[in-house]
């Protein structure tokens, strides 16, 4: 069984501005039971466990960007670039709302990361010649996001 989703074309000029993108995905699970298959032209992505997750997947190939960052003058607000993903949205606002995470290895200190994990992909490319007992370096790998868990279900324990 083949569903069928249609997307509108963003924007004006082109040939097919203004006309509905069809994107067809495929409901059949194989008999390896592998998943369900993006069948868009040239996408290469792994199978998908749930037709959710694949319709999900859609969002990919289609231009429409619905979710918008809620700060006034931010380039991803109303008007602007704007998100595909809803959870890519609220990601985005720690760059307004986080304190930021400083490397300690460079010398401009007003440069602020908004995750730790950016700071640490940071340090991994431009700090490599840093020596892996370094405290400084297993403090930065160490950090975790503020909040604890942000986002993700804690599991209780009786």
Do not use: W
């Not at 997750?53 to 602007?80: F, K, T």
């Not at 300690?104 to 431009?126: G, K, S, T």
Request: aromatic share 6%.
């Amino acid at each position: 069984m083949v569903a069928s989703r249609t997307l509108p074309r963003p924007g004006p000029g082109g040939p097919t501005a203004g006309q509905p993108l069809s994107i067809q995905t495929t409901t059949t699970v194989p008999a390896q039971g592998v998943g369900y298959r993006c069948d868009f032209p040239g996408c290469n992505s792994a199978p998908f466990q749930t037709q959710y997750l694949l319709n999900s997947h859609a969002n990919v190939h289609s231009q429409s960007r619905p979710h918008y960052c809620p700060v006034p003058g931010c380039s991803r607000a109303v008007g602007g670039k704007g998100f595909k993903r809803k959870n890519e949205m609220i990601r985005h606002g720690l760059v307004h709302d986080s304190p930021g995470y400083v490397c300690p290895f460079c010398n401009d200190r007003e440069h602020r990361y908004p995750r730790p994990d950016n700071l640490q992909r940071h340090v991994r490319v431009h700090h490599v010649d840093k020596d892996k007992d370094d405290p400084a370096l297993r403090e930065v790998l160490a950090q975790r996001p503020e909040g604890g868990t942000r986002g993700r279900r804690r599991r209780v324990r009786f």
